[in-house]
């Protein structure tokens, strides 16, 4: 059965460095989202993903954060300039992209554990 | 605002002992709602989803859902637990973004 995929499974990184997550959705799906989970919280929604261009975001994602395509497989995460709040599971999602549709499933990577220090 | 709520945090079953997690949503439009797990170390998976049609959904592993639009609730149950179901359960509802409740953490005594 086809999966989503993270790398890199833990990313530890100073404050104030860049990191860049990186997920590769299942092939034939068209949406792409990215979540977070800090440790003994919920999980919660960052963006989503659709046709090249962000079709939603949340308050979390500001100018720090960016996604991007850059090619026919990978769906990345960057976060400019860490910070310790930053900390946390990133998850990957990707959804066929039949956005109307009430069969549309979001499956979901195995995380990065990012750890800001 | 959509919101999902799961009322217990933490439940500790012995193993063959029923389980019933409860979850209700908010949200006024067509409701799609999904049970997530994540067992330890592992990442999200889809236990069971309710999109239309009969309320009571069929999952994974021997889990079920009751859909009552009455009460806005989700629940999850499982007759009969193992020792295998430790795990954080995620009550969600999607409005193209999924929109998850804070997890139940389930532990069971072997």
């Known amino acids: 059965e086809p999966e989503v995929t993270q790398t890199p499974s833990h990313q530890v990184t100073q404050m104030g460095q860049e990191v860049i997550l990186r997920c590769v959705p299942i092939s034939n799906h068209l949406y792409f989202y990215w979540y977070r989970q800090i440790l003994g919280q919920k999980v919660e929604f960052l963006v989503s993903f659709y046709n090249n261009e962000i079709s939603e975001k949340s308050e979390i994602f500001d100018d720090q954060f960016s996604v991007e395509r850059p090619d026919g497989s990978n769906f990345t995460l960057k976060i400019r300039s860490t910070k310790l709040e930053d900390s946390a599971m990133y998850f990957c999602a990707s959804?066929?992209?039949?956005?109307?549709?009430?069969?549309?499933?979001?499956?979901?990577?195995?995380?990065?554990?990012?750890t800001v220090l | 605002a959509q919101s999902v709520s799961q009322h217990n945090h933490h439940v500790i079953l012995s193993e063959a002992a029923s389980l019933e997690l409860g979850c209700n949503y908010s949200y006024g439009g067509t409701v799609n709602l999904f049970w997530y797990v994540q067992y330890p170390g592992q990442h999200l998976q889809l236990l069971l989803k309710y999109f239309s049609g009969d309320p009571l959904v069929k999952g994974i592993k021997g889990f079920e859902a009751e859909f009552i639009k009455s009460k806005f609730s989700f629940n999850l149950r499982k007759p009969s637990v193992q020792w295998s179901d430790t795990a954080e359960y995620f009550c969600a509802v999607r409005d193209d973004k999924i929109i998850f409740g804070k997890g139940t953490r389930l532990h069971i005594l072997p």
């Open chain 1, 95 to 114: 959804s066929e992209g039949n956005r109307l549709a009430s069969t549309d499933t979001q499956y979901f990577g195995p995380g990065t554990r990012l």
